[in-house]
């Protein structure tokens, strides 16, 4: 398997604040990653997928200017919430992509939970 | 396009019984895979089996199996012998042909009670 990061696991901040989540890929290198959203009590959202190297693809529906998503490095990429609002507040999660001989397999980071005032 | 439904919002088992936990979907690709997640309290998403569409047989990984049956496009989980630490949600995913997308059903809460 793969063990995956993320930075901050919780964060709050103020209705206007940018806000930073790092999702690490400790101990393989992922050129695919995921990033999704989940609200309370609901199931996750596709936001979009990152390449390292090159532009994230997001998902119809999701701000692409709001979502901000970095891949610099095959073991991190960065999702900013810019100018954050109350409605933003969900748990953000981020997978990696592993290859694998059959399918390849998803492994999810520990989630950040973001509360804006 | 594809859909992945979860019809019980929440599931009760007693101990060291079994449970199954339902997953129909729909899609029109040729091929597509289908997958399982547990999710604690804590938040973090744990893989438990995967069923590939032409997987001959059904998929089992040490407690858990999968009751796929393609025709009626549906992938329930079963648990064997439950325990109070499988009190989660659970989560029926798709990724479908050509994808490593996920789309995840709307999840079950199972609670085990003694």
């Known amino acids: 398997g793969a063990v995956v990061s993320q930075h901050p696991s919780w964060v709050i901040c103020k209705s206007g604040t940018s806000v930073k989540i790092e999702c690490r890929s400790l101990?393989?290198?992922?050129?695919?990653m995921f990033w999704y959203r989940q609200f309370p009590k609901q199931s996750l959202m596709l936001m979009a997928t990152?390449?390292?190297?090159?532009?994230?693809?997001?998902e119809q529906g999701v701000e692409k200017d709001k979502f901000l998503i970095n891949h610099a490095s095959l073991t991190l990429s960065t999702l900013t919430v810019t100018s954050a609002h109350p409605e933003d507040s969900s748990f953000y999660i981020c997978?990696?992509?592993?290859?694998?001989?059959?399918?390849?397999?998803?492994?999810f980071g520990p989630g950040t939970r973001l509360t804006v005032l | 396009a594809q859909k992945i439904t979860q019809t019980q919002p929440g599931m009760f088992v007693q101990e060291k019984e079994a449970v199954t936990l339902d997953c129909t979907y729909d899609?029109?690709?040729?091929?597509?895979?289908l997958f399982w997640y547990k999710q604690p309290s804590s938040g973090e998403m744990i893989f438990l089996i995967y069923?590939?569409?032409?997987?001959?047989q059904n998929a089992t990984e040490g407690r858990y199996s999968l009751n796929f049956q393609k025709a009626r496009k549906s992938a329930n989980l079963v648990i064997s012998a439950s325990q109070l630490g499988d009190s989660a949600m659970y989560f029926c995913?798709?990724?479908?042909?050509?994808?490593?997308?996920?789309?995840f059903g709307t999840g079950t809460r199972l609670q085990v009670f003694p």
């Open positions: 997978s990696v992509l592993l290859a694998g001989v059959s399918y390849n397999e998803q492994f």
């Open positions: 101990d393989f290198q992922a050129t695919t």
């Open positions: 990152s390449n390292e190297g090159s532009k994230a693809t997001y």
């Open positions: 899609t029109s690709d040729p091929s597509y895979g």
């Open positions: 069923q590939g569409s032409y997987d001959q």
């Open positions: 995913a798709m990724r479908g042909y050509n994808t490593d997308k996920l789309i």
